[in-house]
């Protein structure tokens, strides 16, 4: 590989608010409310507070799974947060998430208003609440569980790492698009092992490990996000493929992905969700 830096770190990092990347607007490096600003509660249990990015869709896909289980408490309000627009430094937002991302929800149905935040604890609150798309048996649960949090755990090399610098970073880079790629790669080795003698990662039945991988590695393969089908040769991962193929068919899938979105055919998108009539 090239050596083609000619950056030197400083001996302290500084901020740099104009460094032209794709967010660079919204990042900085502290945390904690920007401005006063109440977010909106209407009438149902369930106040979501997204965008339909792959974080965001694991949750509204989950809701509407539940709602096409027949589970009708499960209904919910969800409100577009423009990330872009650093809608999630407002301090209602804050108050539920300090994390300042995408998802967060509150429950109104407990005897005092439940803050839930992080896209697999919210996935989780809401699969013991309805006792739905969880495993009962323990070793079932763990292996549902197992690949619940790898999710957790390697998204962030997909979205922040090779996303980042293969589809947002202002100039390509050979360096972190080699790492991250490779990583990328290995992980959909992971899956595709997996899923050679499974219908589902953790087993027979669909739960919420395949809620929440689904919108991250399901729609890189099916060339939904970054444009990377051929660089990542993701037609290879087969097994992923027909997973991913399976999940996308699924109704409360497709109803879901619309949730939040703004961006796409217009008709497709539906940026406040109230009521399931909202979503035609
Ligand atoms: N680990 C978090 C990650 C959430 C996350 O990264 N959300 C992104 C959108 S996908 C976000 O809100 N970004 C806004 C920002 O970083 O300011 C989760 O799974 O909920």
Known sequence: MADTSTYTPPKVWKWDAENGGKWSSTNRPIAGAMEEKEL????????????????????????????????TEAEYDAWLIKIGDGDQFGSGFVDI???????????????????????????????????????????????????????????????????HF???????????????????????????RNLADRKYLSGDEYNI???????????????????????????????????AEEIQARPAVQRGRRVNKMSGPEELQVQNRHSASDIS
């Open 40 to 71: 909106p509660v209407g009438k149902h249990p369930h106040q979501l507070y997204s965008l339909a990015t792959p974080n965001g869709v694991k949750v509204t896909v989950m809701f509407e799974e539940l709602l096409a289980l027949g589970k």
């Open 209 to 243: 490990a395949d809620i929440a991988t689904y919108p991250w590695y399901g729609n890189l393969v099916l060339n939904n996000q970054y444009e990377a089908a051929e660089f990542l040769d993701v037609a290879s991962y087969k097994n992923v493929v027909r997973w």
């Open 166 to 192: 293969y589809h947002y970073a202002p100039f390509p880079m050979e360096y972190p698009i080699d790492r991250f790629a490779m990583e990328v790669k290995r992980q959909l080795d992971v899956l595709d």
């Open 97 to 163: 998430n300090p994390n300042s991302k995408i998802p967060a929800m509150m429950d109104h149905s407990t005897a005092t208003p439940t803050r839930v935040f992080e896209s697999a604890s919210i996935l989780f609150y809401l699969a013991e609440k309805f006792d739905a798309f969880i495993p009962h048996e323990p070793s079932a649960r763990a292996e549902c569980m197992n690949w619940l949090f790898w999710q957790m755990g390697s998204a962030p090399y997909l979205g922040g790492g090779f996303g």
